[in-house]
Nanobody, 120 residues
Framework: QVQVAESGGGLVQPGGSLTLSCAAS????????MGWYRQAPGKERELVATITTGGSINYADSVKGRFTISADNTKNTVVLQMNSLKPEDTAVYYC??????????????WGQGTQVIVSS
């Protein structure tokens, strides 16, 4: 079992910055990747950024050049630095941890989410 917990959401003006953190606990050595997803009102949950234990990073096109994901393996933490925020970035942001098992299967563990509001 893996638990993940987010922190760092809030209200920010357009063009501003926020930093989200996600701390993993439990069977952390089984984790193959962690990342951030978001869900805006009336929309489906979408990928924001992911990082594997090997250091491979993937970003959604909508956040490339503005958001940066990084991992601190000593603290079992993944950080999402969000710059140049836009109103369309408003959403609940969820941390995700992936644990592979069997042949090609994965468990996905989710945090409770943290609200990000970009508004003037």
């Amino acid at each position: 079992q893996v638990q993940v917990a987010e922190s760092g959401g809030g209200l920010v003006q357009p063009g501003g910055s926020l930093t989200l953190s996600c701390a993993a606990s439990g069977s952390i050595f089984d984790i193959s990747a962690m990342g951030w997803y978001r869900q805006a009102p009336g929309k489906e949950r979408e990928l924001v950024a992911t990082i594997t234990t090997g250091g491979s990073i993937n970003y959604a096109d909508s956040v490339k050049g503005r958001f940066t994901i990084s991992a601190d393996n000593t603290k079992n933490t993944v950080v999402l630095q969000m710059n140049s925020l836009k109103p369309e970035d408003t959403a609940v942001y969820y941390c995700n941890a992936v644990v592979p098992y069997g042949l090609g299967s994965e468990y996905h563990y989710w945090g409770q989410g943290t609200q990000v509001i970009v508004s003037s």
